[in-house]
Each structure stands twice: as structure tokens, then as C-alpha cells.
């Protein structure tokens, strides 16, 4: 079954919502997709690097993030990746590192899209 990138795990944002006031939650979003952005080239050059082992490294923390702050689709490619990555299939990483890539502003935009429909006081 092909991974939507843009699926959200809305539980988890549920959660976050209800738990913190809607400007704390914007604020950890907001590093969240500054992260995310940020480590997208850097997996793309360990990749070109034949850097497996960081990669996976990268590829954990990205999946981590992803389903930590609702971003369920695109913590699912890093998974893939991750997995990959640990079995050092370069061929199957280069592909999955690809989905990821552009997977990302897709994924980031449903993010926010779901933020911004959600009112200010939670």
C-alpha cells in the first residue's frame, strides 16, 4: 500500500492542542518544519555521500519527529528509509530518501493547513 505523505495522525495533534495552548503548539510546529527543512539537503548529501549509517541516523530522527508532532505520512517514508538505510540497500534507500524529499513540503503544508482550521484557544 503506496504511503500518503500527507496522512497526519490527528490524535496526536489532538492531544497537543488540548494539552498546551494553540501558540506553544504553532511554536513546536514551527521548529518542527524548520528541522525538518534543515535536514532534508543533509540527508540528501550523506546520500550522495554513500553514508548509510548517518543517514539512518537522520532517517530516525526525521521518522521521531514526524510522528511526534502529527505527520504521520512522512514519518512513515523516513521509516521506510531508516529501514533501508539498516540493511545498507542503497538502491532501496535512494528511492525512499527521493519520497521523503519530496514528500516534505506536501506533508508540511497538510501540517499547517490543519493548524490554521483549528481554533486559536484550542
Not at 50 to 66: M, R
Not at 91 to 97: C, H, I, N, S
Request: with cysteine; charged share 30%; aromatic share 4%.
Amino acid at each position: 500500500m503506496p504511503i500518503n505523505a500527507t496522512d497526519l495522525n490527528e490524535g496526536t495533534l489532538r492531544e497537543m492542542i488540548d494539552a498546551l495552548d494553540m501558540e506553544s503548539v504553532r511554536s513546536l510546529i514551527d521548529f518542527y518544519v524548520e528541522e525538518t527543512r534543515a535536514r532534508m539537503p543533509k540527508m540528501r548529501t550523506l546520500m550522495a555521500a554513500a553514508n548509510l549509517k548517518e543517514l539512518q541516523t537522520e532517517a530516525h530522527s526525521l521518522k521521531g519527529a514526524s510522528r511526534t508532532y502529527g505527520a504521520a505520512g512522512l514519518g512513515e517514508l523516513a521509516f521506510e528509509l531508516e529501514k533501508a538505510c539498516k540493511e545498507n540497500a542503497a538502491t532501496e534507500a535512494e528511492k525512499w530518501l527521493a519520497e521523503a524529499e519530496t514528500a516534505a513540503e506536501p506533508a508540511i503544508g497538510a501540517l499547517m493547513n490543519y493548524l490554521d482550521r483549528q481554533p486559536e484557544n484550542g
